[in-house]
């Protein structure tokens, strides 16, 4: 279950400075209070990891889609 669990921006932020610090998968596992698989997994979105880029599709995607609607409306008038 733990690898199908969204993990959060905070702890992807946490992730960026633990792999800044040089931290072991196994020792940021235990600081989040999550499986290394996960660590593991979520370490393979990017490298270097940079919790920005994994959080990056979902974001990116509201972003331009709100980006454009403001675009649309802005030139309707």
């Known amino acids: 279950a733990d690898l199908l669990s969204s993990i959060p921006y905070s702890e992807r932020i946490k992730i960026e400075t ?7 998968n196994a020792q940021m596992a235990e600081q989040l209070k999550r499986s290394p ?7 393979s979105r990017c490298q ?3 919790a920005e880029l ?3 599709d979902l974001i ?5 889609f709100w ?3 403001t675009l649309q409306t ?3 008038f």
């Open 74 to 76: 802005l030139t309707t």
């Open 18 to 24: 633990f792999c800044e610090l040089g931290l072991a």
């Open 54 to 56: 994994a959080q990056g």
């Open 67 to 69: 980006h454009f609607v």
């Open 48 to 50: 270097p990891y940079q």
């Open 60 to 64: 990116n995607s509201e972003a331009t």
């Open 37 to 43: 698989s996960t660590i593991s997994y979520e370490l």
